[in-house]
T-cell receptor, first 113, second 113 residues
Framework: EPEVTQTPSHQVTQMGQEVILRCVPI?????FYWYRQILGQKVEFLVS????????KSEIFDDQFSVERPDGSNFTLKIRSTKLEDSAMYFC???????????FGQGTRLTVV | AQSVTQPDIHITVSEGASLELRCNYS??????LFWYVQSPGQGLQLLLK??????LVQGIKGFEAEFKRSQSSFNLRKPSVHWSDAAEYFC???????????FGTGTRLQVFP
């Protein structure tokens, strides 16, 4: 069964450092998403990406965040200068047709120290 | 604005007992409704979804959910719970004019033998 793959599963970084979270969406999917879940809180939408551009982003997704599909298979989330409050589980998702069925990866747990 | 409420943070049931997890949503039009499950260390797996039509939807792993417009609810049910159903369950709502999903805070299900 095809799946969304995220790497690494856990990343620890120092405050102020840049991090890149990587995702390999399902190969024929066209819509890509990042969500995050701060420990004990709800899963929150960050950004959606379609046709090589951001289609929607939340208030959380400020100038410190960026997304990229560098090579047609990977989908990355970059945080330029991490803050303690960026510590969370980050989920990548992809779908063939918008909201019809989004498949989520297993998540990357980011810990900022 | 759309919102989702899952009133039960934690539910404990005995194996073989029936289960109902509650979900209430707030949205002006007919929403897209989803239930996801997250097992420990795993990503979010789609259990079932409702877009339109029959208000009782069947999902994977023996789960079903019923859309009740009058109550703004989309409760998840299972007639007989298995120990492997222990996980976190998330209800989510989406809208036709946006790609993002709004998640509830989740319900943690514990199953006793």
């Amino acid at each position: 069964e095809p799946e969304v793959t995220q790497t690494p599963s856990h990343q620890v970084t120092q405050m102020g450092q840049e991090v890149i979270l990587r995702c390999v969406p399902i190969s024929n999917h066209l819509y890509f998403y990042w969500y995050r879940q701060i420990l004990g809180q709800k899963v929150e939408f960050l950004v959606s990406f379609y046709n090589n551009e951001i289609s929607e982003k939340s208030e959380i997704f400020d100038d410190q965040f960026s997304v990229e599909r560098p090579d047609g298979s990977n989908f990355t989330l970059k945080i330029r200068s991490t803050k303690l409050e960026d510590s969370a589980m980050y989920f990548c998702a992809s779908s063939a047709n918008s909201l019809i069925e989004a498949f989520f990866g297993q998540g990357t747990r980011l810990t900022v120290v | 604005a759309q919102s989702v409420t899952q009133p039960d943070i934690h539910i404990t049931v005995s194996e073989g007992a029936s289960l109902e997890l509650r979900c209430n949503y707030s949205y002006g039009a007919t929403p897209y409704l989803f239930w996801y499950v997250q097992s420990p260390g795993q990503g979010l797996q789609l259990l079932l979804k409702y877009f339109s039509g029959d208000t009782l939807v069947q999902g994977i792993k023996g789960f079903e959910a019923e859309f009740k417009r009058s109550q703004s609810s989309f409760n998840l049910r299972k007639p007989s719970v298995h120990w492997s159903d222990a996980a976190e369950y998330f209800c989510a709502v989406g809208a036709g004019n946006t790609d993002k999903l709004i998640f509830g805070t989740g319900t943690r299900l514990q199953v006793f033998p």
